[in-house]
């Protein structure tokens, strides 16, 4: 509780983190907080400029814009914090193993990491999408590989440097398990950097997600997609440009928000001086 007083004592961390609680609420409350239904058509009402009526306007087939925004929100933030949440969940067994034991299997998940790593996300989020097909959940797993050799080496790097404390040592000279000593003692002191940077790597993630919606290989119509409506959007820039324009600022403003809560996040905890201390 005092670590978060402290995160939103400053403007950064307040301004951010009430706007993130805001997309949050919105995509849980969906159902209760958007106007309409976001399938609905009404092609009489199409290309509606933004209107008391219609706050955002409407789509190519009627749709009020802002009630898809709502709901895009829970498609993205749901792929964005399930897959990082994966990821990293992965990522810290995978690397606190290959830290803690190191030898042939250290150099195979490094070797293995490293060949991942060199590849960008959305590079491999695409030939993952093409061998499984679009969709939300092979949108997810794609994310989540993506992200996970980032993960990866970062609590492989925190666990090759806590694994030659003096309390490590002593709880293998009381006789402690391998798997005692990595998920009680040190996993839980590489825990904090990995989690900071898997929410700044979940901005990366909507972006990704939405980008992927761009191209159809996201969330299938008609589920709203952030991506997809600015995708749409494209046709009729000319003549409705709000249905390109609110969904990227939705986007933008959203990780925006992400990545200035995480920055109030580290400066918070001082990460970046453990880090150098390390």
């Known amino acids: 509780m005092h670590t978060l007083v402290r995160i939103v004592s400053t403007p950064r961390g307040a301004v951010s983190g009430a706007?993130?609680?805001?997309?949050?609420?919105?995509?849980?409350?969906?159902?209760?907080?958007?106007?309409?239904?976001?399938?609905?058509?009404?092609?009489?009402?199409?290309?509606?400029e933004p209107s008391a009526s219609h706050l955002l306007g409407t789509d190519e087939f009627g749709r009020d814009l802002l009630s898809r925004i709502i709901y895009g929100a829970r498609t993205s933030l749901a792929v964005g914090f399930t897959s990082i949440g994966a990821s990293v969940l992965v990522g810290l067994v995978l690397g606190g193993a290959a830290g803690y034991f190191g030898g042939a299997f250290d150099r195979s998940v490094t070797a293995i990491v490293?060949?991942?790593?060199?590849?960008?996300?959305?590079?491999?989020?695409?030939?993952?999408?093409?061998?499984?097909?679009?969709?939300?959940?092979?949108?997810?797993?794609?994310?989540?590989?993506?992200?996970?050799?980032q993960?990866?080496?970062?609590?492989?790097?925190?666990?090759?440097?806590?694994?030659?404390?003096?309390?490590?040592?002593?709880?293998?000279?009381?006789?402690?398990?391998?798997?005692h000593v990595l998920f009680q003692h040190l996993l839980p002191n590489a825990l904090t950097p990995v989690i900071v940077a898997g929410m700044l790597a979940t901005g990366d993630a909507i972006i990704l997600e939405a980008t992927l919606g761009f191209f159809g290989l996201g969330a299938q119509p008609p589920t709203p997609s952030w991506g997809?409506?600015?995708?749409s959007g494209t046709a009729q820039i000319f003549i409705a440009p709000w249905i390109i324009i609110f969904p990227g600022v939705a986007i933008a403003g959203t990780v925006i928000a992400i990545n200035l809560f995480g920055d109030a996040i580290i400066d918070a905890l001082d990460i970046r001086g453990k880090l150098r201390e390390s």
């Open 19 to 48: 706007i993130l609680l805001i997309v949050i609420l919105c995509a849980l409350l969906a159902s209760w907080v958007a106007p309409y239904s976001y399938d609905i058509q009404n092609l009489p009402g199409a290309n509606l």
């Open 114 to 149: 490293d060949l991942t790593w060199s590849f960008p996300e959305i590079l491999i989020a695409l030939i993952l999408i093409a061998i499984a097909g679009p969709g939300l959940h092979s949108t997810a797993i794609a994310i989540s590989i993506a992200y996970l050799a």
């Open 151 to 179: 993960f990866t080496r970062l609590t492989r790097a925190q666990i090759i440097g806590l694994k030659n404390e003096t309390y490590v040592e002593a709880t293998i000279g009381l006789g402690a398990s391998h798997g």
């Open 228 to 231: 997809a409506m600015m995708s």
